[in-house]
């Protein structure tokens, strides 16, 4: 069974500042991807950043990057030049090649102080 | 492209009642994944079809059921509501493939409460 660990239940961050959501997996896969989703007040669950595990390259979009450790198993969501509107619930979830069951973590709160 | 879509948003039931959610994928998608989100478990997988055929499913009691149309529109039907099945209920789409690994794409979700 695939399991997802976020350690920090809440983070804060000034406004421009950045700051660093953890993620710990395991998985006997070795066909696997992951993904940081991000859920606003609103609820609507948004992704944010995808990784294929297969690749040693860390994924970037815009001002979000990962720091993904295949053998420590950790995929961690850098957020740079943090905006008010980062402010959310941050998930972290595994994907099993092959597979369409997303198992997630239980979610990190980021506050944005301006 | 118009993204997923789910109805209702919000829905007020009693115990015993059942509940049918409705999702619509986005155009070209083939999978609808349904979860369940609540405080105390998280984001739980419900189950997930592809062409009309339930091809993943969760742990959760056979009270939870679903479906899938040719247009690849799902509904999902939750039978005897208990007070625990209060949840954010959320579906997700994406294309399907058979090797895996697409991301998917989530709707606004439908809010139940049951009294």
């Known amino acids: 069974a695939q399991t997802v660990t976020q350690s920090q239940p809440e983070m804060s961050v000034q406004e421009a500042e950045t700051v660093t959501l953890s993620c710990t997996y395991d998985t006997s896969e070795s066909d696997y991807y992951l993904f940081w989703y991000k859920q606003p007040p609103s609820r609507q669950m948004i992704l944010v950043i995808r990784q294929e595990a297969y690749k040693q390259q860390n994924a970037t979009e815009n001002r979000f990057s990962v720091n993904f450790q295949k053998a420590a198993k950790s995929f961690s969501l850098k957020i740079s030049d943090s905006q008010l509107g980062d402010a959310a619930m941050y998930f972290c979830a595994i994907l099993q090649g092959g597979s369409e069951k997303l198992v997630f973590g239980k979610g990190t709160k980021l506050t944005v102080n301006p | 492209k118009a993204g997923v879509t789910q109805t209702p948003r919000y829905l007020i039931k009693t115990r015993g009642q059942q509940v049918t959610l409705s999702c619509s994928p986005i155009?070209?998608?083939?999978?609808v994944s349904w979860y369940q989100q609540t405080p105390g478990q998280g984001l739980q997988f419900l189950f997930e079809?592809?062409?009309?055929?339930?091809?993943n499913k969760g742990n959760f009691p056979g009270r939870f059921s679903g479906r899938q149309f040719s247009n690849s529109r799902s509904e999902m039907n939750v039978s005897t509501l208990e007070l625990g099945d209060s949840a954010l209920y959320l579906c997700?789409?994406?294309?399907?493939?058979?090797?895996?690994?697409?991301?998917?794409?989530f709707g606004p979700g439908t809010r139940l409460l049951v009294l």
């Open positions: 079809y592809f062409s009309e055929t339930q091809r």
């Open positions: 155009s070209g998608h083939r999978s």
């Open positions: 997700a789409s994406s294309l399907g493939d058979t090797t895996g690994g697409e991301t998917q794409y």
